[in-house]
């Protein structure tokens, strides 16, 4: 079976894009699943199963998002053999940016849209930045010129990926995605495998359930942000 | 390779229905196409399958090939391929940026490098182009947001005309925008290009040599145009003029008298 690590911001048209291609990849014969991680509420689920897409969801609630997903994305590589399933793709939002969910040598799509503003690949750090594939979608709402510049700007931050427009709605482009997926690696076991990029450091007092602000709550990794010293009135 | 485009041929599909397409058409560069058809007919499909290349893994079914061939994959896919410009129907802009900016980015994209002055020499040259189009001025600060719709089309248009150096061009409507059609679609054909050109308006269609006929997603039927409709295409470009006078004068506040419109 193989893995696909799918991410990208709330809205940016994954599930859209994916029943596109899942549709193409059931052309071919090739039978794919979906574990669809999110924070607090999803019913893309409901998409999925609609079109017979076997389906999970996992809802992170008050866990980091990326935390859940790696503590179980193992079982859910298990899962999806039991169901003998040629391709699982796993699905999440792009969260806090700061990690991603892309553990190496499973194919990693990075989702990004033409309307999210021309500087915000800079702003995604590795969720685009070590995709293989990253897929632009809404195309057909801006000019061809901002389009050009977008993608620009996606290249600017990672060089190396094959970057494709994909239209969610018409399914324009989902052949080539389609094809990139067939040709991922195959996968045995997450068992010892890595994560392209580590976790943030945690462990302070609020990753534990502290509410109350103040510095006699805060314990662990604490950070503080620089702030010039005001310079005071000369007192004569 | 992406430069010297000797032609692209349209293979036909099927229609909405299923029923297939009889087509076999090649179009080489100096061409200008018009594709009509009813809201719904299909004309955006048929530009997007150019747009894609489609290789029969289109809804339609069609098969475009570039100089007699399917394309290969890096020209198909692969990032940089410059080998079409597509003028669509979307009117706004959505970027944060102004009318400078998003010029000098769209040249930086496009791999053009520019000395300052050059930088400075292409923005105003473009934003002159624009302004040739459209009676209400574009100044180079602007934020994109900001532009009217006839304001922005004229600057896309202007902008694909100077910076994109694509050997097809598509271009989805270009009508009711409150710019200038014939002086747009001048700019536009440039030479030696291949321009498709979906429209409603008769002049514009009738400007091309020939013209795509769809019906319920199918081509059905290309015709050339002919002598006949020459004569009847300076006829429209007269009444045009004249349409164009009055509402110039209108635009300046003038009382138009009975005698306003006149056909010379």
């Known amino acids: 079976m193989k893995l696909i690590t799918v991410a990208g911001p709330p809205s940016s048209g994954k599930t859209s894009m994916l029943l596109r291609v899942i549709d193409w990849l059931k052309e071919q014969g090739l039978q794919a699943g979906v574990v669809k991680f999110d924070c607090v509420a ?3 689920d409901e998409r999925y199963r609609a079109k017979d897409v076997p389906v999970l969801l996992g809802l992170a609630g008050n866990l980091c998002p990326d935390h ?16 003998e399933l040629d391709i699982l793709i796993s699905e999440s939002a792009g969260l806090c940016n700061r990690c991603s969910p892309f553990i190496r040598h499973a ?22 930045k070590q995709a293989d594939i990253v897929a632009i979608t809404k195309g057909d709402i801006v000019s061809q010129a901002e389009r050009e510049v977008f ?9 190396k990926a094959e970057v494709l427009q994909i239209n969610g709605l018409t399914g324009q482009g989902k052949e080539r995605l389609g094809a990139l997926l067939k040709q991922a690696q195959d996968i045995d076991t997450l068992e010892g495998r890595k994560l392209r990029f580590s976790m943030p450091a945690a462990v302070c007092s609020y990753c534990l359930g502290e509410t109350k602000i103040g510095s006699d709550y805060q314990m662990g990794n604490v950070k503080s942000i620089a702030i010039p010293d005001v310079p005071r009135p000369e007192v004569s | 390779m992406t430069d010297s485009i000797e032609s692209i041929t349209i293979l036909g599909g ?3 229905s299923g029923s297939p397409e009889d087509v076999n058409l090649r ?13 719904g007919s299909g004309k955006s499909r048929l530009l997007a399958d150019i747009e894609y290349i489609a290789q029969r893994d289109t809804p339609s079914g069609r098969c475009i090939l570039i100089n007699d061939q399917p394309p290969a994959p890096e020209l198909r896919f692969a990032w940089g391929r410059k080998l079409i410009a597509q003028l669509s129907q979307n009117m706004n802009f959505v970027m944060d940026a102004t009318v400078a900016e998003f010029i000098a980015m769209h040249a930086e994209c496009r791999d053009t490098r520019f ?17 040739r189009l459209t009676g209400e001025p574009i100044v180079s600060d602007t934020p994109l947001t900001a532009l009217s719709g006839g304001q922005s089309r004229a600057l896309m248009i202007a902008d694909t005309a100077i910076l994109s150096d694509s050997p097809i061009v598509l271009i989805d409507e270009i009508e009711n925008a409150g710019i200038d059609r014939r002086q747009a679609l001048d700019i536009l054909v440039q030479n030696q290009k291949i321009v498709l050109m979906a429209t409603h308006d008769p002049i514009l269609a009738l400007l091309a ?40 004068k209108l635009r300046r506040g003038e009382r138009l008298g009975s005698a306003a419109f006149k056909i010379s």
């Open chain 1, 107 to 128: 194919l990693a799509v990075c989702v990004i849209d033409n309307l999210s503003g021309a500087n915000t690949p800079t702003k995604m750090g590795p969720l685009l």
């Open chain 2, 115 to 131: 000395e300052e002055a050059g930088l400075a020499n292409l923005i105003d040259s473009v934003v002159a182009q624009a302004n």
């Open chain 2, 27 to 39: 179009l080489v560069p100096g061409h200008l196409v018009a594709v009509v058809g009813p809201t």
């Open chain 1, 42 to 44: 999803s019913k893309d």
């Open chain 2, 209 to 248: 040599h020939s013209r795509i006929i769809l019906k319920s997603g199918g081509i059905a039927d290309v015709l050339r145009s002919d002598e006949g409709e020459s004569e009847l295409l300076e006829e429209l470009q007269k009444a045009d003029a004249a349409i164009m006078a009055v509402r110039e």
């Open chain 1, 68 to 83: 859940y997903f790696v503590t179980n994305i193992e079982a859910c590589v298990r899962w999806g053999q039991s169901l």
């Open chain 1, 151 to 159: 993608q620009y700007q996606v290249r600017k931050v990672n060089s």
């Open chain 2, 14 to 16: 099927r229609s909405k």
